[in-house]
């Protein structure tokens, strides 16, 4: 396998230390709000990764962490009326119910930052120790950037160039605009913790260090999260990490891009986001999985109703190819020598290439309708394949029929059924004027009808 180190703007082999444990370690969310589909797609790159490696016979541990104490948990705490442990545990139930309704599977380990606040104490110990930090005249503790000389090395940014577009305000107690925060005094109304320093809270950035190191053995061998995290968040956790240990902290970093509207960047802060649940109403999980995954995790990807789409009308060329299969014994492996098979592996080594994945499905959904009638046999046992590789990216998970039909209730279904029934008799009393005014009323409800072998008739939504 290849994967793309961020560190070194380049592909590189995948070597982890050990490939029964190999450790993943991703930056979560910030629970104060719901998540937007800037975060579904970090969520959903990295399932498809943990998914594949699995897949491919690694063993893996997936870290995600969860930000349970931030300036703004604070303040939305602050215009809610709630404490703090209220709301980041409200949210932390939302979005575990995001989670499963995108079809993410839960990681390893899930550590909340107010979980590890003797370690982060611990670590900001070393580092003063270490001549890393210093104790300011404002209570706060920082992290002093020029005693670490690889500092940008992740994002390819160079001090001086930093420096010269910051600045230390009157009141700033750092001795360089650069140095970071790893320790906050307490500010009235606050949450606060004991610390050798006074009372007070965890920077963010020292976080990810302290559970990283607490959970996983360094170097961990992929580090991940999204693009926005490169820097500073993750630049700094390296200047942490490696000050106080002496030694690498992650052997690849992998960062996932941007869902973009128009030309702009998805955020809370822009206003231009769609939350996952507001999108789950308009969109089924898959769709939007599908969506996510055609362009390759490290491009940005457009949003747009159209663009969904799209993607449901081409999830569901791959459920008409497999609706109808025969169930074959043995159809629940794979033979290792299926040339899909290495095909599809062969796109996903190259650094989790999903768009030639997907493309290797479309291949095989077109030479599954070519041999069904033929050899009904090689159709079911290639459909097979088609769901246990379409699994791996947690796509072709639900039955073709009931995909197909999307989600119409059950009276919805009753009706339809009556109708197309109703067709049926009308057809064969030769009432064929009858008949296409029932057809013309169900596409007009959006169901598309299809008359198939031994007088069945199939039908799904007309909009796929």
């Known amino acids: 396998m290849l994967l793309f180190n961020s560190r070194t703007r380049s592909k590189e082999p995948f070597t982890p230390t050990n490939r029964e444990r190999v450790q993943l370690y991703v930056c979560g969310v910030t629970v104060y709000d719901d998540c937007h589909l800037g975060h579904a797609r970090m969520l959903v790159v990295f399932d498809m990764m943990v998914r594949y490696l699995r897949y491919r016979g690694y063993g893996v541990r997936y870290i995600r962490n969860i930000t349970d104490i931030d300036d703004k948990i604070i303040r939305r705490a602050q215009e809610t009326g709630e404490s703090v442990a209220h709301l980041t545990s409200r949210m932390i139930d939302r979005f575990h119910e995001d989670q499963a309704a995108l079809g993410v599977l839960r990681p390893d380990d899930e550590p909340r930052a107010t979980e590890y606040i003797p370690a982060m104490v611990a670590l900001v110990e070393k580092l003063i120790e270490r001549g890393f930090a210093y104790f300011a005249s404002n209570g706060d503790v ?75 053995e360094t170097p961990i061998d992929i580090h991940g999260g999204g693009q926005d995290l490169e820097f500073p968040h993750h630049e700094n ?55 996510l995954l055609a362009s390759h995790y490290r491009s940005p990807i457009l949003f747009s109703d159209a663009l969904l789409a799209k993607s449901r009308t081409g999830l569901a060329r ?27 592996e062969a796109a996903m080594d190259d650094d989790f290439n999903t768009p030639e994945a997907l493309a290797v499905l479309f291949e095989m959904a077109r030479e599954i309708n070519r041999l ?81 072998p031994e007088g069945r008739t199939l039908w799904r939504q007309s909009s796929q």
């Open 318 to 344: 791959l459920y008409l190819a497999l609706r109808g299969l025969a169930t074959t014994p043995g159809s629940s492996g794979l033979v290792r020598t299926d040339p899909w098979q290495a095909r599809f």
């Open 372 to 452: 069904r009638d033929r050899e009904p046999e090689a159709a079911a046992t290639l459909g097979a394949c088609l769901r246990t590789l379409g699994a791996t990216l947690g796509l072709l998970e639900h039955e073709p029929d009931a995909f197909l039909r999307g989600a119409h209730s059950d009276s919805d279904t009753s009706w339809i059924e009556q109708r197309i029934e109703e067709r049926r008799l009308a057809r064969l009393a030769h009432r064929f004027a009858e008949a296409d005014r029932i057809r013309d009323e169900l596409a007009r409800q959006g169901v598309l009808i299809e008359d198939g």
């Open 142 to 216: 920082y992290y002093r950037v020029e005693r670490f000389p690889a500092y940008g090395a992740l994002s390819g940014r160079r001090l001086d160039e930093l420096r010269s577009g910051s600045r230390i305000e009157v009141e700033e107690a750092k001795r360089d605009p650069l140095d970071f925060t790893l320790w906050k005094a307490a500010k009235p109304g606050e949450p606060a913790w004991d610390s050798p320093w006074g009372p007070g809270r965890p920077g963010w950035h020292i976080e990810c260090s302290a559970m990283a190191t607490t959970l996983l």
């Open 237 to 291: 956790e390296i200047a942490q990490s490696e000050a106080a240990y002496g030694a690498p902290f992650a052997r690849c970093w992998i960062h996932n891009g941007f869902v973009q509207v128009g030309a702009e960047k998805m955020a809370k802060s822009l206003g231009n986001f769609l939350t996952i649940r507001a999108a789950l109403k308009r969109f089924d999980r898959e769709t939007l999985r599908f969506w």
